[in-house]
């Protein structure tokens, strides 16, 4: 579990604002906190707090509990929010979002590799210099896609790739951290916690908390109960078994293998130019002194 907080923690530092950074530390910390308390421990007024916590369900990082509670001696139920993480779904979010943008560079990068010579700006089809000779205008100051009849420009693909080349090892580099958590986490078991669990391990953050912390029979709404949310282009349930044979599984293979692998590769790169640095010839070796004026 040491591994999953470390996970959460190096993303919200990474990746997010201070006040995100703040609401999910809260959170590692109390293990369940109301709307109310979360405010007044972070110094977040509540409009704000509820974009921040939006946001921060969106992305799968926290779970928004609403239940229905007495108020004092009243009698009168009013709804209460409160928020915790799902470590499970918080560590599937994250291995997904990963897995997505290097998928996402690496397509392009593949999109980019073969420079043709020109290509059309309007509908992308690519013409090698050869073809581009037949699409002259009728007066020959340029060549015209047969597609769309729009001027060709000259193909720059190979630029392009060579920038999301650097894009893709910077963000490697960036990312390390994170598949060396995933890959401890996915060689580990993760106990699956829900708001009734969670509670147990609840630390009160002010004494006189109107919340009660303690599971209604009247709960209004659990965003970690939408059993179904899109994965890998399919609806599957949003609760993670890391010893089940399940996309999941498919994702974890491909999370500690592959782009690891590409992690390794531009390791092995880097290693190579510093050898090559070092191994390079000095300058009185390779280039000639004829001529040169000796010292003194």
């Known amino acids: 579990m040491n591994e999953v907080r470390s996970?959460?923690?190096?993303?919200?530092?990474?990746?997010?604002p201070k006040q995100y950074i703040l609401v999910l530390d809260a959170l590692l910390?109390?293990?369940v906190l109301s709307e109310d308390d979360l405010s007044h421990l972070v110094g977040i007024q509540r409009k704000e707090l509820r974009a921040i916590c939006n946001k921060?369900?969106?992305?799968?990082?926290?779970?928004i509990h609403a239940q229905r509670e007495e108020e004092g001696n009243q009698q009168r139920l009013r709804t209460k929010t409160y928020y915790y993480i799902h470590f499970t779904e918080a560590v599937d979010s994250i291995k997904w979002k990963i897995h997505s943008v290097v998928k996402a560079l690496k397509d392009e990068m593949k999109k980019d590799a073969n420079p043709e010579g020109y290509v059309c700006p309007r509908c992308q089809t690519k013409y090698s210099q050869i073809d581009a000779l037949s699409l002259l205008s009728d007066d020959r100051s340029k060549f015209i896609c047969d597609v769309c009849s729009t001027e060709l420009v000259e193909d720059n693909s190979g630029a392009k790739?060579?920038?999301?080349?650097?894009?893709?090892?910077?963000?490697?580099?960036?990312?390390?951290?994170i598949i060396t958590y995933l890959k401890k986490i996915d060689d580990s078991h993760i106990e699956d916690n829900t708001f009734e669990s969670s509670l147990t391990r609840a630390i009160p953050a002010q004494s006189s908390s109107s919340a009660s912390y303690a599971v209604s029979n009247k709960t209004v709404m659990n965003s970690s109960n939408n059993n179904n949310y899109l994965?890998?282009?399919q609806f599957a349930n949003n609760k993670s078994k890391y010893d089940s044979k399940?996309?999941?599984?498919?994702?974890?293979?491909?999370i500690s293998n592959e782009d690891e692998d590409l992690l390794q590769q531009?390791?092995?790169?880097?290693?190579?130019?510093?050898?090559?640095?070092q191994?390079?010839?000095?300058s009185w070796h390779s280039e000639s002194t004829v001529g040169q004026k000796s010292l003194g």
């Not at 996970?7 to 997010?16: G, K």
């Not at 191994?279 to 000095?282: D, G, H, R, V």
């Open 246 to 254: 399940s996309t999941n599984a498919i994702l974890n293979v491909r």
């Open 29 to 31: 910390v109390h293990s």
């Open 279 to 282: 191994n390079a010839m000095p």
């Open 231 to 233: 994965l890998n282009g």
């Open 161 to 177: 790739a060579k920038q999301r080349q650097k894009k893709l090892e910077k963000l490697m580099q960036q990312i390390d951290p």
């Open 56 to 63: 921060l369900t969106e992305d799968r990082l926290i779970v």
């Open 266 to 277: 531009q390791k092995d790169m880097d290693l190579k130019k510093e050898k090559l640095r």
């Open 7 to 16: 996970l959460i923690q190096f993303v919200s530092r990474n990746f997010y």
